[in-house]
């Protein structure tokens, strides 16, 4: 089969109702996994951008932006019609209002190293609605990176400083300690095993979430698609300089 053919098909097969149900179940399980969404083979010409971007790193911590991952193949991922109307059609169910139009947030995470330990653990809201997320090399021996959650914690925000006080909340030593220690309380923190090929979909904006660190010599490599900034018109951001 060749690149993407399989994600094509199972794209293409997706109705309204279905992509309803998916909303549904990120609404009431926080997240959504869509199982063998790439396959084997599309997985393998991924894992050797990430060991080619790794390599000439210095086998450290990256996150490769959109403009860094022209010709991985997550662009041609990124101009899917069918990828974007999936999006746009879950924004839609999700957010009950129009989609805007599609501009992904496109990164490649590659934790490994002494720094993977750093990038682990930071719980934090996203700046977009929707995050997709599909994990492309998840660590077989040692800690395997686990994806943790709180689904759902907060709705859209009307205004750019409120979201920046949720933040700010949870962007502190005491607050991350906090959340560390509801790990310990089952049913608190979801915690779920990445697989990889699969793409999982959970409200970003909505929901509090990070993950477990992997083994310094292991390669966790994330593919994320976030998609609909809330406050994207704010004069307060813009002004701020964030994106
Ligand atoms: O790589 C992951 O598991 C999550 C990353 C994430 O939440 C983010 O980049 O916003
Ligand atoms: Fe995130």
């Known amino acids: 089969m060749s690149f993407l053919a399989n994600a094509m098909s199972k794209l293409a097969a997706i109705s309204d109702d279905e992509v309803c149900a998916i909303a549904r179940r990120i609404d009431g399980d926080g997240i959504y996994c869509m199982s063998s969404f790439l396959l084997e083979e599309d997985?393998?010409?991924?894992?050797?951008?990430?060991?080619?971007?790794?390599?000439?790193?210095?086998?450290?911590?990256i996150s490769l932006n959109r403009d860094a991952l022209a010709g991985s193949g997550l662009d041609d991922l990124a101009n899917l019609a069918a990828f974007k109307s999936l999006f746009s059609r879950l924004y839609s169910f999700g957010c009950g209002r129009p989609a805007p139009e599609i501009k992904f947030h496109q990164i490649l995470r590659c934790l490994t190293g002494e720094t993977a330990s750093e990038h682990s653990f930071l719980f934090h809201y996203d700046s977009y609605a929707i995050t997709a997320l599909i994990p492309i090399e998840i660590p077989t021996v040692g800690q395997r990176g686990d994806f943790l959650i709180i689904p759902n914690t907060r709705g859209i925000r009307s205004n750019y400083v409120l979201n920046l006080i949720d933040k700010a909340i949870i962007d502190n030593h005491l607050t991350q300690r906090f959340l560390k220690s509801r790990m310990q309380k089952i049913g608190a923190v979801k915690r779920v095993a990445l697989v990889p090929g699969s793409l999982y979909f959970f409200w970003g904006y909505r929901s509090i979430h990070t993950n477990e660190p992997v083994d310094k010599g292991e390669v966790r490599a994330t593919a994320l698609f976030h998609y609909a900034d809330p406050h994207e018109n704010s004069y307060l951001k813009r002004r701020l300089g964030r994106i």
């Not at 050797?48 to 790794?54: G, R, Y």
């Open 43 to 61: 997985l393998r010409r991924l894992r050797e951008f990430v060991a080619l971007a790794l390599a000439s790193g210095g086998n450290q911590t």
